[in-house]
């Protein structure tokens, strides 16, 4: 299942001379002194934008992005005449790391009798976790907590591929699949208790080859930990210790402010979705690409991509969807199991929603409020109150919404969300929340009133600046 594409791959190998020859010649920046190497760049595949990588012996891998950021107008336009390209890619530059380590993998592995906390972690490319995914039998993949179609399609699906080839391999989930995605559970899930008891299984088996030994020097068991949509280890949430238990870890994700904490980082923030990367790395590891495995990627797609909406779906995420349905992805099952089976309680939170809304500042702010016994009535738990904030950001003019939920024990929990200019990041910090520019919240100490008032004002002094 290789995805090549040989439009990508050229004009790739293009800009990699012409930058390799501007470097020796035209670019006389000082910050791009420091004998420096284009590695490879990698271009998307509608060629919008390249990402370059280099290797330098300066001393501050930031200073020669700065240079080259610097010189990126000039770059381009070069670029442009020299290949006769209406369009030049947008320009990226990083450093890579891993070949100022002079590493692959195959050598990384054999470095594994090192101490634990003697190893650096490194961030690799999505093919080159394909030679790890050969490397072991068994795999342990994580899922990270609050799951959503995501994290979970992507484990399920690399999980049930390598188990077509004979690998062993088990989901770890920190809770039950919620109801919405049960559907794409196919067996292949353990809870925390039951991944231990798998472990000590794994710990005490004498194997009957070298790679079947139950552990390595530092007594970790001879499984790769895999966690998908990973963001950091506190999303491990009560499965830690497992997952650091593992030889050798891997994080594949897509989340711009992931940082790189596993041994081994594939982390791409234009992928539109983890399972994008979970599809192409099926491909590298020449995996197989089941019904079953087409769906659960299916979802992650689908689901993180707000059904095709957002901004993060690009031509490659409807090539790969188109792959996927190609492949046998049941569409339809996905479209019924998480959007068409809302329950009844859901309607009347938010009736009760649009019965309290109020808009403000002339209709660029909208608010709306439900109490703790309201959502005991209606028997309505966190599921249900999901997306309201949304639902009142939607209406035409509103440029901020917030949703205040009154919690059993009392305190308020207050979710926004913004359409173009107002950062309700900085709005919710001012209550001692947090979050995105464009999704944020906080919770308070009540009373209700007390709370809808206070926010209510904060809202209109977005625009009267008092
Ligand atoms: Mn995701």
């Known amino acids: 299942m290789k995805r090549t594409n040989h439009r990508g791959e050229k004009l790739s190998g293009e800009i990699k001379r012409i930058l390799g020859e501007m470097l020796t010649r035209e670019l006389k920046d000082p910050l791009l002194s420091g004998m420096i190497s284009i590695t490879h760049v990698k ?15 300066a001393e501050d891998e930031a200073d020669v992005i700065k240079g080259f950021e610097k010189a990126k107008g000039f770059i381009r336009s070069e670029i442009g005449s020299k290949l006769g390209v209406r369009r030049t890619p947008e320009l990226r530059f990083k450093a890579d790391d891993a070949e100022k380590y002079g590493i692959r993998i195959d050598s990384l592995l054999n470095e594994l009798d090192i101490p634990k906390d003697a190893k650096e972690v490194r961030e ?3 093919s080159e976790a394909a030679p790890l995914l050969d490397e072991y039998e068994r795999f342990l993949l994580f899922t990270h907590i609050h799951m959503d179609g995501d994290t979970f399609g992507s484990a399920v699906a690399l999980a ?11 989901v770890v989930v920190g809770e039950e699949p919620p109801r919405t995605l049960g559907f794409i559970d196919y067996g292949v899930t353990k809870d925390a208790a039951a991944a231990e008891a798998l472990l000590t299984e794994w710990l005490t088996d004498t194997g009957e080859s070298e790679e079947d030994d139950a552990e390595d020097a530092d007594g970790d068991a001879n499984f790769l930990g895999i966690a998908l949509d990973y963001a950091g280890i506190d999303r491990l949430e009560g499965r830690e210790s497992i997952f650091e238990k593992a030889a050798v870890t891997l994080c594949i994700d897509h ?6 904490e596993c041994d081994f980082n594939v982390i791409e923030p234009d992928a539109a979705a983890t399972a994008e990367m979970v599809y192409r790395l099926i491909g590298f590891a020449d995996l197989p690409l089941t019904e079953q495995i087409a769906t659960a990627i299916y979802v992650g797609i689908v689901t993180d991509t707000g059904r095709f909406q957002y901004s993060n779906t690009t031509p490659l995420t409807m090539e790969i969807t188109a792959a996927l349905m190609r492949a046998g992805a049941d569409t339809g099952k996905a479209y019924q199991e998480i959007y068409q089976s809302v329950k009844a309680e859901k309607l009347l939170v938010e009736r009760e929603m649009l019965d309290t809304m109020e808009l403000l500042a002339n209709g660029r702010a909208a608010i709306a409020w439900i109490s703790s016994e309201t959502l005991e009535t209606f028997g309505a738990g966190d599921d249900e109150t999901d997306g309201m904030s949304e639902k009142l950001r939607s209406i035409i003019g509103v440029e901020v919404s917030a949703f205040i939920k009154e919690r059993p024990d009392g305190k308020i929990k207050v979710s926004m969300r913004s359409k173009e200019t107002v950062d309700v990041a900085a709005i919710a910090a001012a209550f001692g929340g947090g979050g995105h520019v464009r999704a944020a919240g906080f919770t308070a100490d009540g009373p209700l009133e007390d709370v809808v008032t206070a926010l209510k004002a904060k809202l209109e002094a977005e625009w009267t600046g008092f």
Request: aromatic share 12%; hydrophobic share 45%.
């Open 43 to 57: 271009t998307a595949d509608d060629g919008s934008f390249a990402t370059v990588y280099f290797t330098s012996l």
């Open 255 to 260: 989340h711009v402010t992931s940082k790189p």
């Open 124 to 126: 690799i490319r999505l």
């Open 160 to 170: 049930l591929a390598l188990r077509e080839v004979g690998k062993t391999a088990w």
